[in-house]
T-cell receptor, first 112, second 113 residues
């Protein structure tokens, strides 16, 4: 019940296309859902995060869509650029336990 | 503001040895978490320290231990190293116990031969 399942494992998108990464969770106590971006040789960095009181959050080209009833959330990257090539992790936590539960990661490659 | 720093960046050890990794959180941050990252297992939570106390612990054997000092700097120690301990060890700091955003350091790449 503590797992966060992330898909796909890897994704190749043409420059200018839309990249979509999905995550699903079981624990209904989760109330914080961040996405992290990791470049080779670097630690993960927070990209965007959402709480379950909203269904969508947009920051620039990055959008999180959240479906509370389906217990799913997804990251959309619009107008994908080669610089977006990285590994993306979804995660979840609840305020009673600040430990983040991580998805397995998605390696995204944007082809020029 | 300086980010999270980890030392050393790279480390090569042999089986049976022990290792100590260091993490300096962002100034003013009081919580430090440690993760092990491997290609097969992804990011796995080791433990979290807040105000020098271990607050959460992941599912790792007792060979993995840590501590936090009064200045919030943290160390983790792995004793009796095994080949499977080869990984990137990441440290993340957060402002307070109520803060969700974790800021990661670049990691320490440990190779066990």
């Amino acid at each position: 019940q503590q797992q966060v399942k992330q898909s796909p494992q890897s994704l190749i998108v043409q420059k200018g296309g839309i990249s979509i990464i999905n995550c699903a969770y079981e624990n209904t106590a989760f109330d914080y859902f961040p996405w992290y971006q990791q470049f080779p040789g670097k630690g993960p960095a927070l990209l965007i995060a959402i709480r379950p009181d909203v269904s969508e959050k947009k920051e620039g080209r990055f959008t999180i869509s959240f479906n509370k009833s389906a217990k799913q959330f997804s990251l959309h990257i619009m107008d994908s650029q080669p610089g977006d090539s990285a590994t993306y992790f979804c995660a979840a936590s609840n305020r009673g336990n600040y430990q983040l539960i991580w998805g397995a990661g998605t390696k995204l490659i944007i082809k020029p | 503001k300086a980010g999270v720093t980890q030392t050393p960046r790279y480390l090569i050890k042999t089986r049976g040895q022990q290792v100590t990794l260091s993490c300096s959180p962002i100034s003013g941050h009081r919580s430090v978490s440690w993760y092990q990252q491997t290609p097969g297992q992804g990011l796995q939570f080791l433990f979290e320290y807040f105000s020098e106390t271990q607050r959460n612990k992941g599912n790792f054997p007792g060979r993995f231990s840590g501590r936090q000092f009064s200045n919030s700097r943290s160390e983790m120690n792995v004793s009796t190293l095994e080949l499977g301990d080869s990984a990137l060890y990441l440290c993340a700091s957060t402002l307070t116990s109520g803060e969700d955003t974790q800021y990661f350091g670049p990691g320490t790449r440990l190779t066990v031969l």
